[in-house]
C-alpha cells in the first residue's frame, strides 16, 4: 500500500508564505496526478490545487495568483508554494496521489495556521 510523507506546515502571520511538500514512498509507483486539499475548522474538505505528472495544473478560485503547484518526477514528490498567506488559508492540508490505474491515496494532514 503506497504511503505519503507530508511536511512544510506551521505558524505564519499573514502575508508570509509556507512551502509544503508530499512524498509517496514506493518506488514505482504510476503517478497520474498528486494535489492537496484543506480542511478549515467545521468546513467540507476543499480543493487547493492538483498537477498531472504530465504538468497541468488547477487550482482553487480563492488560491490562483498565490499558490503554485510543482513536482518533481524522479522523487515523487510534490510541492505547494503558498504565498500571500490570508487567516482563511489556515486549515489542515491533506496531499492525495491519484495512480494510472489502481487505488490512490491520502496524507496524513499538515496544519497550517495563519495568525497574527
Known amino acids: 500500500q503506497v504511503q505519503l510523507v507530508e511536511s512544510g506546515g506551521g505558524l505564519v502571520q499573514p502575508g508570509g508564505s509556507l512551502r509544503l511538500s508530499c512524498a509517496v514512498t514506493r518506488s514505482g509507483f504510476n503517478i497520474y496526478r498528486m494535489g492537496w486539499y484543506r480542511q478549515a475548522p467545521g468546513k467540507e474538505r476543499e480543493l487547493v490545487a492538483t498537477i498531472t505528472w504530465g504538468g497541468d495544473e488547477n487550482y482553487a478560485d480563492s488560491v490562483k495568483g498565490r499558490f503554485a503547484i510543482s513536482r518533481d518526477s524522479a522523487k515523487a514528490t510534490v510541492y505547494l508554494q503558498m504565498g500571500s498567506l490570508k487567516l482563511e488559508d489556515t486549515a489542515v492540508y491533506y496531499c492525495?496521489?491519484?495512480?494510472?490505474?489502481?487505488?490512490?491515496?491520502w496524507g496524513q494532514g499538515t496544519l497550517v495556521t495563519v495568525s497574527s
Open positions: 492525495f496521489v491519484a495512480p494510472v490505474i489502481g487505488a490512490g491515496a
